[in-house]
């Protein structure tokens, strides 16, 4: 999706909750998709990813569900822990075009001890 | 190297001045990226190495932004002339493989913030 302002979707969450980070990609044809987190002053770190041809895949407190649909992808993590506080990006990624990422706006996670 | 390193970290320059950004990718990655993220928003590809060649610049904002890659490795972006508008952190990122069906997880340096006054 475009970037459409300099203030990013927040989502404040309790120490233990699970918290569920929503996406919406652009093209019907992406065929990958990848989640990033984002602390501050780091550069983007892959968390999980998931083909279009799968609609679940788990990770370590991770799960990401693919809609494809209505082109809506999701980031669950469970039991969230500070460490998590973060911004999260999500990215579509085109094959035939080289592998380049086109990212989301990104929603910034806050958990609350 | 254990990963995808940038220099410098930060970079002030003034406007009208060159400036040079370096990136040295994850040994044997043969894919290498460099993004654009702007404050508070989400990344904005620039251009994609396969090996030393760029088969996708659509990416780069205007003829003052240029990139190389050498040896496979290294890859340099230059921005010439540069604006206020330029000012953003500039990231680097490499993966094993770029094309077909490979997995193509990008691993991602810390990034260059560069500041133009």
């Known amino acids: 999706g475009e970037s459409v302002g300099l203030h990013l979707p927040t989502l404040s969450v309790q120490e233990g909750d699970n918290s569920i980070i929503n996406c919406a990609y652009s093209n019907s044809a992406s065929d990958y998709f990848i989640w990033y987190k984002q602390e501050s002053g780091k550069g983007p770190q892959f968390i999980i990813d998931?083909?279009?041809?799968?609609d679940k895949r788990q990770g370590q407190r991770v799960t990401v569900l693919l809609n494809k649909t209505v082109k809506h992808l999701s980031l669950q993590i469970a039991a969230t822990q500070p460490g998590d506080s973060a911004v999260y990006f999500c990215?579509?990624?085109?094959?035939?075009?080289?592998?380049?990422?086109?990212f989301g706006q990104g929603t910034e996670l806050s958990v609350k001890p | 190297g254990a990963g995808v390193s940038q220099s410098p970290s930060n970079k002030v320059t003034e406007k009208g001045k060159d400036v040079e950004l370096r990136c040295d990718p994850i040994?044997?990655?043969?894919?290498l990226y460099w993004y654009r993220q702007s404050l508070g928003q989400g990344l904005e590809f620039l251009i994609y190495f396969q090996g030393n060649s760029a088969p996708d610049k659509s990416g780069l904002p205007s003829d003052r932004f240029s990139a190389e890659r050498t040896g496979g490795s290294v890859s340099t972006l230059t921005i010439q002339r540069t604006q206020q508008e330029d000012s953003a952190v500039y990231l680097c990122?490499?993966?094993?493989?770029?094309?077909?069906?490979?997995?193509?997880?990008?691993?991602f340096g810390a990034g260059t913030r560069l500041s133009v006054l």
């Open positions: 990122a490499s993966s094993l493989a770029g094309i077909g069906l490979a997995k193509n997880i990008q691993y």
């Open positions: 040994s044997g990655h043969t894919a």
């Open positions: 998931i083909r279009s041809n799968m």
């Open positions: 990215a579509e990624n085109f094959y035939n075009q080289g592998g380049k990422l086109i």
